[in-house]
């Protein structure tokens, strides 16, 4: 079995907490919510899952908060990280220019 | 959900969770001196220093205040404070005795010497803790605490299971009148407007800004730009994806309630509920920074394993890494790994740990103070004299 773990019911994200999951495993959702995800690609464990589509420079949201919005449109299943997630807030250099 | 704990109530109101006699030094110079009176006193605790001798305007005022402040920490019964020479000793002294607490000076060159000064100091604090012995716990509310959070030796569980499981007691612990006081302003950069939108008022949120801007353009002064690279290469192999998200992991230990007020670096919080302190992410600095802020004690989570306690604040080390509870667990208090293996919610690990933050409060000891793995460092900015 390989378990996700949801830390807000908010949130768009869930963690793998189970080491070598595979493209096709059904992920079994823990904390904060019930239910499987299907993987649509490999992801390691700590990395994240998307637990529905996220459009395409939408919020990503992990804790019930936003950690990043994305650069590509994802669908549930897709791993959620650096190659589709851009960081949005919280930017000495955004900050600074508001 | 228990409402109160066992303390020892001072003079001044305030309720220690221990019952310690401190032997302070003013300076570096009388460290061997604070040890070997602390050495044979049962009961006290050797509160040593570097520099202070040397330092100018803001470090000096910074080394006296949290010396000062580790000394009124209610923890302490008593402070025998050790010095060469009566103007320092004494301007430390004076900020101690407005406590009501028994304050006693050793001062080395009016003593002739070490050897007099040591015994001196035995006899000083060996007095005192005879007469803290005579006093006895009483239950007193939770409204009472004041809880400093910290963080270290980090990894992917800290921002799953540990920091949430914290945060979660922590607001249970501020549901119930009590405090906290979450630190390490590094930690916050990158999140530091998510953050900020628990402030309870503008003044407030402006004020915990400017904490995390003026932290990192002091770094910069230095050539060091702590945002830029975050989340670093290994955090992105960990599955760290923004350095909000890491942020974020770390933050979560403040829990959900309103930010109340902004402190400095060892300031006292003067409200009940969650306070940020500016200080440094090193855990024996911004443990003596909690300390002298008046916290009781603090909980302290870790990934890896970090050892390391305060003087005269209980510091318990929480888990959720499975690994480390199985690999290190003489330095570990209390488990969370549950939340992981085996699907424990974290707001039950969190109910479990506020309950233990309170046994902690009314005496059970932590591993820090057990296996004596307790640490002073203060802050310091600039060059000395």
New interface residues.
């Given amino acids: 079995m390989v378990?996700a773990?949801v830390?807000n019911p908010s949130d768009n994200v869930a963690?793998?907490?189970d080491n070598g999951a595979a493209a096709a495993t059904a992920v079994e959702l823990?904390?904060e919510r019930t239910g499987k995800v299907a993987l649509k690609q490999d992801i390691?464990?700590?990395?994240?899952v998307a637990l529905a589509a996220i459009a395409k420079g939408a919020d990503?949201i992990?804790?019930g908060?936003?950690?990043?919005e994305t650069t590509a449109a994802i669908q549930a299943g897709e791993h959620?990280?650096?190659h589709n997630?851009?960081?949005?807030?919280?930017?000495?250099d955004k900050?600074k220019k508001s | 959900m228990s409402d109160s704990f066992l303390g020892y109530r001072r003079p001044d109101g305030q309720v220690g969770v221990r019952n310690l006699i401190g032997v302070m030094s003013i300076m570096d110079n009388v460290n061997p001196v604070t040890r070997a009176i602390s050495d044979n006193v049962a009961g006290s605790v050797p509160i040593t220093t570097l520099f202070v001798r040397g330092q100018y305007g803001k470090d000096l005022e910074m080394s006296y205040n949290t010396l000062a402040g580790m000394g009124r920490n209610p923890n302490l019964a008593g402070v025998v404070i050790v010095g060469l020479e009566r103007t320092s000793t004494n301007i430390v002294a004076d900020r101690v005795r407005n406590t009501g607490k028994p304050v006693e000076t050793v001062l080395i060159q009016e003593l002739g010497g070490t050897v007099n000064a040591t015994a001196d100091g035995i006899r000083k604090a060996g007095k005192m803790a005879i007469a803290a012995s005579k006093l006895r716990r009483e239950k007193v509310p939770v409204s009472e605490l004041i809880l400093g959070l910290e963080c270290g030796g980090s990894d992917?569980t800290s921002g799953?299971a540990g920091n949430?499981a914290l945060g979660h007691a922590t607001d249970l612990l501020i549901a119930a009148g009590g405090t906290a006081v979450v630190t390490e302003t590094a930690e916050f950069?990158?999140?530091?407007?998510?953050f900020a939108e628990q402030a309870i008022d503008e003044r407030v949120k402006k004020a915990f800004l400017k904490a995390v801007?003026d932290h990192?353009a002091t770094a910069m002064q230095s050539g060091v730009d702590i945002?830029g690279a975050n989340p670093v290469p290994d955090n992105?192999r960990?599955?760290?994806?923004?350095?909000?998200?890491k942020?974020?992991?770390a933050m979560?230990k403040a829990g959900t309630t309103p930010l109340v007020d902004v402190l400095e670096y060892s300031e006292v919080p003067r409200k009940k509920g969650l306070h940020f302190m500016a200080g440094a992410a090193p855990a024996v600095e911004s443990l003596t920074g909690l300390a002298a802020g008046g916290c009781q004690l603090c909980v302290f989570t870790t990934g890896v394993g970090n050892t390391i306690g305060n003087m005269i604040m209980p510091t318990a080390k929480i888990s959720g890494n499975i690994n480390t509870i199985r690999n290190f667990p003489d330095n570990i208090d209390f488990d969370v790994s549950d939340?992981?293996e085996k699907?424990k919610?974290?707001s039950t690990a969190g109910d479990e740990l506020y309950e233990y933050i309170l046994d902690i409060a009314s005496g059970t000891v932590t591993t820090a103070e057990a296996l004596k793995q307790q640490e002073t460092a203060i802050s310091r900015f600039g060059l000395t004299i």
């Fill in positions: 378990r773990i830390l963690t793998l907490i823990r904390g390691p464990f700590g990395h994240k990503v992990k804790y908060k936003v950690i990043g959620v990280h650096v997630v851009d960081s949005k807030r919280g930017r000495g900050l | 992917t799953l949430p950069m990158g999140a530091e407007e998510i801007l990192e945002r992105i960990g599955g760290l994806t923004t350095i909000e998200e942020a974020l992991g979560a939340i992981l699907d919610a974290i």
